[in-house]
Nanobody, 126 residues
Framework: QVQLVESGGGLVQPGGSLRLSCAAS????????IAWFRQAPGKEREGISC????????HAADSVKGRFTISRDNAKNTVYLQMGSLKPEDTAVYYC???????????????????WGQGTQVTVST
């Protein structure tokens, strides 16, 4: 059974850090492009960071550049999003997604992603 399961969300104060995990089962992550999206209440889903399957290059959207880092552990079949210097505007549900043919992951086109996790809530607040 193909599955992506996110974890690591929660409540954190502004300026704090969190690490999200996305564990894959039923398939191997290493041949997929991987992306993290987020969706805040009343806003559209936003692609924020990704890893290209073709060359392993990574991308971060301007909104998170320098604060968030995406990484992948092929041995654990897990992708991570290390988030730092968190701001209230980072509050959202965070989703991981994988796409076999998402060659240009930084386009963040949701239709290019085959499997999605269920989402994990991140709340940045005092």
């Amino acid at each position: 059974q193909v599955q992506l399961v996110e974890s690591g969300g929660g409540l954190v104060q502004p300026g704090g850090s969190l690490r999200l995990s996305c564990a894959a089962s039923g398939f191997s992550l290493d041949i997929y492009s991987i992306a993290w999206f987020r969706q805040a209440p009343g806003k559209e889903r936003e692609g924020i960071s990704c890893i290209n399957s073709s060359d392993g290059s990574t991308h971060a959207a301007d909104s998170v550049k320098g604060r968030f880092t995406i990484s992948r552990d092929n041995a654990k079949n897990t992708v991570y999003l290390q988030m730092g210097s968190l701001k209230p505007e980072d509050t959202a549900v965070y989703y991981c997604a994988v796409g076999r043919y998402a060659y240009y992951c930084s386009d963040y086109v949701p239709g290019n992603y085959d499997y999605w996790g269920q989402g994990t809530q991140v709340t940045v607040s005092t």
